[in-house]
């Protein structure tokens, strides 16, 4: 079994910067993929940004692109999510998933996951 735990999170300015934090136990993440979505009020949960652990192939959302950055530590089987120069419309609860057979054409659905870690509140004040 996967779970991921949330760290960090919070209440940022715009232009500010967060680090999230999602750590799988259980199991090896060798050739999971792994992915952090994000669910504004009233809206469907989106694709934020994924990772394949095997490659360290990455993958991002227009809307953040240059702007946030996954990355993974193998040891500590954990996946993060650099972000910076956060706005406003970045506010959402963030969620990690794992999938182990997620393909690059199912990778940007929520559908795909089998596994979630939980939310945790990011907040941008303008």
């Known amino acids: 079994e996967v779970r991921c735990r949330r760290l960090g999170g919070g209440l940022v300015q715009a232009g500010g910067s967060l680090r999230l934090s999602c750590a799988a136990s259980?199991?090896?993440?060798?050739?999971?993929?792994m992915a952090w979505f994000r669910q504004a009020p009233g809206q469907e949960r989106e694709f934020v940004s994924g990772l394949r652990w095997s490659s360290g192939h990455t993958y991002y959302a227009d809307s953040v692109k240059g702007r946030f950055t996954i990355s993974k530590d193998n040891a500590k089987n954990t996946i993060y999510l650099q972000m910076s120069s956060l706005k406003p419309e970045d506010t959402a609860v963030y969620y990690c998933a794992a999938d182990a057979n997620a393909i690059l054409s199912s990778m940007r659905h929520s559908s795909t996951y089998d596994y979630w870690g939980q939310g945790t509140q990011v907040t941008v004040s303008s």
């Open positions: 259980g199991r090896t993440m060798r050739g999971y993929t």
